[in-house]
């Protein structure tokens, strides 16, 4: 940059404050430039650092950024923020939507007028907007035979879910059916939305309603085109959550839900105010603004009905939910033998009755199984006391796995209420995943979410670059190599088998002597000389990971502990014994062969659903969803330039509109593109030319310059094929 600029040139320079700022070149000394800003400052700036400015950009924005005549970083930035403050929140990049979160409720922006609209209308004929990426995803898998994913993703707070929830909508509504009333498929879809968000979400200081858990939720049409059935697949829902909550965040929504439910339903379970549990009152938030949990509690009890729940099973489920706000609340005091347990006090033994009774398990027996541990050793089977601090342990573990049983069993039991289309062969996949995320303290959980983006980004970066490149490559067609940089590297550091770090960190769980800091000394080691990874100093457990999106430093005490997934047998054994049904199905019978402690591991679990999910992507055609929160204060009409250059960075959108535009984002075969547009020049139809002669004809006749005529393809620049769509549609 820079070699263009001129005294009186219209400049972007960089800011600290507000990232860039425009202005204009007052006078040029060697490789400085000196600026006068549109704020009256004068600045003096590198000239390599100056980005030139459209001035003849139209002041409302433009529609997509591929059009903008200087592509950079400042006018892609200012680009999103002029729309924004129009209430224009959807931009596209090439095919990608970028989404800014508006933190209100845009009237119009999404009735049925303008789905109406939308379905009528040929991609990009209108503004941008997430139908049209419903719309083309459904029209392209009906007319080319392709199974479609639409991958939405952003930082917590951006809007993913809420988008995913529109274009679930906007899916049921092109493929519902006619009689749309009651349990149909699509309805049955739509409702799982608010039954996972009750169980799955919780407020977090970044969102009011944060997804605590990853989804895809594969949506199959039959051979006319009407949805059919869905699968729905999670993602390591957090589970720390159930037990721990901090200041000012809140548990999982169902728990306040149940506490607002109508009084007979409090006074049968022994409810009542939420601040009177402990998983509840760690924090001082209770109520959301703007929610009525009586009401939500309602709402989520008939999105149940409609799911498919019978009314005995959601009296089961909130019973569960019930016993562990009870269970919490049982705490323990020294026993009378050394380093034993016993209940604190007449609260702790009353609610130990709630939970015993709400679980249909024996009394004793629950005590036992918080307060006590059988140890098997080759002569015998001893049953060792738990000390106060490790029956507390014992009753937040059992606390997590009956609540993550739960979760699983809603999802289960929603698959299949749904049911799967066995016969389907189209299907369009929506994956609503965490983002990136970096905070003072990483841990396992960070460390999971961090991979799982590595991943997409790959997956990303393969679609957008090397499939481009790959397929200029094999047409031979001009095409100058961009560079960019690979994550390949991050992702074998974390996954490779052997000698990644999910193998070394299962290593070490199954080792009976290793701690955080043998652990963290053999990463050191083993990676010492690798590039993505560091050891920070001054500490003797923490490592720093070099994603793509930026360096995180992961402390790894807890890596050890969080990584093993077992359920305690005395447990399993207790809730197995259950008198409900319901209970006792959450945790069935352990199969024989592997009763006996086979060591599994969260990470290696979910390493592998990972694979699964991106076989599955690797199937279909992907269309991306950027979702970019434009502050942190949740607040409408802010937006936070250096905040959203962050979130473009490390969501690859810079790179991949470079790429995108250097290259030629629209391909088709001749065939294709000649069925598709021969419409405009029916006159080749009476000669005999070749394929690439009649597409070059039809491109020629229409005033296009700048495309490509590959071996077997037509590679259009940006723009063109909506172009030549718009002409056909006025033949
Ligand atoms: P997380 O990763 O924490 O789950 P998310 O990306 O799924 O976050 P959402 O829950 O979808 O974020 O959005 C957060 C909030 O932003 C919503 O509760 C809603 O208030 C607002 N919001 C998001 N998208 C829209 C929209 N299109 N129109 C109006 N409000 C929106
Ligand atoms: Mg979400």
């Known amino acids: 940059m820079g070699e263009n600029i001129l005294v009186d040139s219209h400049v972007w320079v960089e800011d600290p404050e507000i990232a860039w700022t425009h202005g204009v070149v007052l006078n040029l000394k060697g490789d400085e430039a000196e600026v006068k800003t549109n704020d009256g400052r004068e600045v003096i700036a590198k000239l390599s650092k100056l980005y030139p400015k459209d001035d003849e950009a139209p002041s ?21 923020a002029t729309r924004y403050e129009l209430n224009e929140i959807y931009t596209y990049t090439g095919n ?15 009735d049925a007028e303008v789905m109406e609209k939308y379905k009528e209308a040929s991609f990009k004929e209108l503004s941008p907007h997430v139908f049209a990426i419903g719309g083309i995803a459904y029209r392209e ?25 529109m274009l679930m909508r906007y899916l049921a509504y092109f493929g519902g059916h006619t009689a749309g009333e009651g349990r149909t498929v699509e309805n049955q879809v739509l409702e799982s939305n608010p039954v996972l968000e009750a169980f799955g979400n919780a407020k977090t200081v970044k969102n009011n309603n944060s997804s605590r858990f990853g989804k895809f939720v594969e949506i199959q049409f039959d051979d006319v085109g ?14 720390s959550r159930v037990c721990q909550v901090s200041d000012p965040e809140r548990n999982y929504h169902c728990f306040y839900l149940l506490c ?20 509840l009152n760690q924090s001082s938030c209770y109520e959301l603004d703007g929610v009525n949990d009586a009401e939500e509690y309602l709402a989520t009890r008939r999105a149940m009905d409609v799911v498919g729940i019978s009314e005995t099973e959601q009296e089961a489920i909130f019973r569960v939910v019930a016993a562990i706000l009870h269970l919490g609340n049982i705490e323990f005091c020294k026993g009378e033998d050394a380093d034993s347990s016993s209940l604190k006090d007449e609260q702790s033994v009353f609610h130990l009755q709630m939970t015993s009774e709400l679980l249909m398990c024996d009394p004793h027996s629950l005590e036992d199984a918080l307060c006590k541990r059988m140890m ?75 991979y799982t983006n590595e991943k997409l980004q790959q997956h990303f970066n393969q679609h957008v670059f090397k499939m481009e490149q790959g397929e200029y490559e094999k047409e031979e067609i001009d095409w100058s190599y961009v560079e960019f940089v690979d994550n390949k590297d991050v992702v074998d550091l974390i996954e490779k088998k052997p000698g990644g770090i999910i193998a070394l960190l299962d290593e070490a769980c199954m080792l009976p002597k290793s701690t955080p800091e043998t652990f963290s000394e053999k990463l050191y080691q083993t990676f010492k000389n690798h590039k993505r990874f560091m050891k920070p100093k001054l500490t003797r457990s923490d490592f720093t990971l070099v994603h793509y999106a930026g360096e995180v430093q992961y402390q790894s005490d807890q890596f050890l502990d969080k990584n093993k997934d077992y359920v305690v047998a005395e447990h399993q054994d207790l809730l197995n014994a259950s008198k409900c049904s319901f209970v006792s199905g959450l945790f069935p019978p352990l199969p024989k062969a592997s009763s006996k402690s086979k060591f599994s591991s969260i990470g290696a ?15 279909t055609e992907p269309h991306y969803i950027r979702c970019v929160k434009p502050n942190n204060l949740l607040q409408p009409t802010v937006f936070d330039n250096a905040n959203v250059l962050h979130q473009l960075r490390s969501g690859g959108v810079l790179e991949a509109i470079r790429v995108k535009c250097a290259g030629y984002p629209t391909n088709r075969t001749f065939i294709e593109f000649l069925k598709r547009f021969i419409i405009l020049a029916p006159e080749i139809l009476k000669g005999e030319y070749e394929a690439d002669v009649a597409c070059k004809w039809i491109l020629d006749k229409k005033g296009l310059t700048g495309f490509q005529i590959g071996k077997s393809k037509v590679f259009l620049r940006a723009g063109q094929m909506a172009e030549l769509d718009a002409h056909r549609t006025k033949v």
């Open 226 to 239: 009407r949805i059919s059935g869905a699968a729905i697949r999670t993602y390591l829902l957090e589970r």
């Open 96 to 110: 990608i939507l970028i989404a800014v979160n508006p933190f209100q409720g845009l009237p119009h922006l999404y």
């Open 260 to 279: 607002a439910a109508p009084p007979e339903e409090v006074e049968r379970f022994k409810l009542g105010d939420p601040k009177s549990f402990r998983y």
């Open 376 to 450: 098997v050793t080759p002569e015998e089977v001893i049953k060792r006391s738990l000390d106060p601090l490790g029956a507390a342990v014992s009753r937040d573990g059992l606390a997590k796995t009956i609540y993550s049983r739960l979760f699983d069993w809603l999802v289960n039991k929603i698959n299949i209420s749904i049911g799967q289309d066995s016969n389907s062969r189209r299907l369009i996949g929506v994956l609503d995943i965490y983002g990136f995320e970096s905070f003072k303290t990483n841990s396992f959980e960070q460390f999971c979410i961090n």
């Open 141 to 165: 898998m009906i007319n080319e035979d392709r199974n479609k994913c639409i991958l939405v993703s952003g930082e917590s707070g951006s809007g993913k879910t809420e988008t995913t929830k």
């Open 605 to 619: 679990r979910f390493k592998l659903q990972l694979q699964q999910l991106m076989e599955t992507l690797n199937l």
């Open 60 to 80: 409302e924005g433009v529609e997509d950024m591929t059009r903008l005549s200087y592509l950079h970083e400042p006018a892609v930035l200012h680009n999103l």
